[in-house]
């Protein structure tokens, strides 16, 4: 026995012997085209899994770009605790409550005249058409179109035969599932901005840290630079649409019509949406001053048309140009086309995203230009 283990213990200190593997083959010919079309149809197929891919997760990746850019909006407000004395987890804990007390009392502000204006608009749907008919232009349009007519009808057809029931239902299904999306979506958007704007300096250190050492600080000037311009954006239109939610509420108050600081609060939220916010804003408070009368309904789609006039051509050129640099064409032109590729998001990002490709333009590119 202790001769084999012996033997055994030589045989493995011995180098052994190669292994033939056989001759090495020649190596691919990469000019053939049967192997280009193999390397390019792979690629094809590679590039179509990942479109593919991207596109499935394309709004996960909305939320993500949501939550980046509600993080760097709010880091001014985190940084001006700071320097009061805070340590940042203590600022955006701070600021966090405040923008969940914000929702809280928006919900329980906003809902209840939401849901009674909504009913009073349609119990007395059938008294404004008749206060319409009144009217000697409308009248003579009703007489050449029928719409009042076509309305009645159809308004005494949804109210006779209990469809108005059946909408109603399906309608309430359809809003709680919308109401349930959007709670997660909302939820999972604050999770994610806790988390980002918790570890924004992180972050930009570690991107810093990728770049070349000897324009590392001049990156990092550009990056903080960047950042309070979407800051200053972020700012600039909460200014903005505060002014016209005072706006609103001191014209619901003129106009006595119901709950004037929840008609405000929602024209708060709606002019924070570019482009469209006062639309949708214009169409609510029409809505509930025609509850009223159709004189106060048509006074309040003036007045708030008037308004949407000096705030374009006057004020949010102003600020906008005042905050960010950036000319009011260019506002306009980056909102459109944000809004164009991306809907919502991308109006959201355009006007930051123009701030920030102007300042590289000024301290990039143009100067590289100047000395060439």
Known sequence: MAITQRIK?????????????GILGKPINRSNPYYFGFIATLGALTAIVLIRAL??????????????FLATGLNPAVEALRKRGLSRNSAVAAIFSSVILFVIFFAFVVIPPVISQGTTLINTSPALLQDLMQNETINKLNNQFGLIDTLQTKLKSITSDGTLLISTF????????????GFFTALTILVLTLYFITSLPQAIDLGLSLVPASRRDRVGVLTNAIIGRVGAFVG???????????????LATALGMPSPIAIGMIVLVAALIPLIGHFLGCGIVTLIALTQSVWIGVIAFTAYVVYVQIE????????????????GA?????ALIGSSLLGLVG?????????SIILILDEVVIPRANNS
Not at 55 to 68: D, M
Not at 170 to 181: A, M, N, P
Not at 312 to 327: D, G, H
Not at 330 to 334: F, K, L, P, Q
């Open 330 to 334: 260019v506002t306009i032109i980056a």
């Open 236 to 250: 600039s239109q909460i200014l903005i649409a505060a002014m016209a939610a005072v706006f609103v509420v001191v």
């Open 312 to 327: 374009n051509y006057i004020v949010t050129p102003r600020i906008m140009k005042r905050t960010l640099a950036v000319p």
């Open 347 to 355: 109006g959201l990002l355009a006007v930051p995203v123009a701030a």
């Open 55 to 68: 596109a499935s997760a394309s709004q996960i990746f909305v939320l993500i770009l949501i939550a980046l």
């Open 170 to 181: 399906g309608g309430v299904i359809g809003v709680g599932k919308s109401v349930l999306s």
């Open 9 to 21: 213990k030589v045989a493995a200190r011995s180098p052994k012997a190669p292994v033939d593997y």
